[in-house]
């Protein structure tokens, strides 16, 4: 149980374009996602929270307007980076939680690893 | 400011217990402690989560002091596969929450 998983594992973009990341939870409803960023050698990062059906919360110094987050269902969040630079290749991992409480035990999805050229 | 610290890497042999520790002196007082393991490329792998005392499932033990303000994962008898980099996720309280991330340590089993 307790399943996430990410599409695509892998992506490579030119500049300036528009990629979107899917993390589903395959096995439980998740009314709270998490999306991370991690560089290399570096600790997991948290961008934003998503709840399903409201707006994300991203933290400070993420751009909503470049990370785009939607949670339409239970099971469903997407992360779009808009306009993807160099500087935003990195390795991409969602999590996802049964219940509202941060307190409850995140599952990670395998990690998505964007790389701009 | 919030702060979660691990030693940055840990040595080992096979068949050795392995205690990583990780502080985090400004834990809210609701949260929990949770353990990953994650290795290169991949997303965390769910360890073990405690809030206070000793917690122990088939892989771990997690001891968390009466202050909480550190916590320490024990894996009894690494083996090679245990390579990898652990780490700790603590809460801080706040409007949100704010969930952090220990800075990770880097186990290396040898043989």
């Known amino acids: 149980g307790a399943v996430v998983s990410q599409h695509p594992s892998r992506v490579i973009c030119k500049s300036g374009t528009s990629v979107k990341i899917e993390c589903r939870s395959l096995?439980?409803?998740?009314?709270?996602m998490f999306w991370y960023r991690q560089f290399p050698k570096q600790s997991l990062m948290l961008m934003a929270t998503?709840?399903?059906?409201?707006?994300?919360?991203?933290e400070q110094g993420v751009e909503k307007d470049k990370f785009l987050i939607n949670h339409a269902s239970l099971t469903l969040s997407t992360l779009t980076v808009t306009s993807a630079h160099p500087e935003d290749s990195s390795f991409y991992i969602c999590?996802?939680?049964?219940?509202?409480?941060?307190?409850?035990?995140?599952?990670f999805g395998p990690g998505t690893r964007l790389t701009v050229l | 400011l919030a702060k979660t610290t691990q030693p940055i890497s840990m040595d080992s042999y096979e068949g050795q217990e392995v205690n990583i520790t990780c502080s985090h002196n400004?834990?809210?007082?609701?949260?929990?402690i949770t353990w990953y393991q994650q290795f290169p490329s991949q997303g965390p792998r769910f360890i073990i989560q405690?809030?206070?005392t000793k917690v122990t499932n088939e892989v771990a033990s997690l001891f968390i002091p009466a202050d909480r303000k550190s916590s320490t994962l024990s894996l009894p008898r690494v083996s090679l596969s245990d390579t990898a980099v652990y780490y700790c996720?603590?809460?801080?309280?706040?409007?949100?929450?704010?969930?952090?991330f220990g800075t990770g340590t880097l186990l290396a089993v040898q043989p």
């Open positions: 999590s996802a939680v049964e219940g509202q409480g941060v307190t409850d035990t995140q599952y």
């Open positions: 096995d439980f409803q998740a009314t709270t």
């Open positions: 405690g809030y206070k």
């Open positions: 996720l603590v809460g801080y309280g706040g409007a949100t929450n704010k969930l952090i």
């Open positions: 998503s709840n399903e059906g409201s707006k994300a919360t991203y």
């Open positions: 400004n834990i809210a007082t609701n949260d929990y």
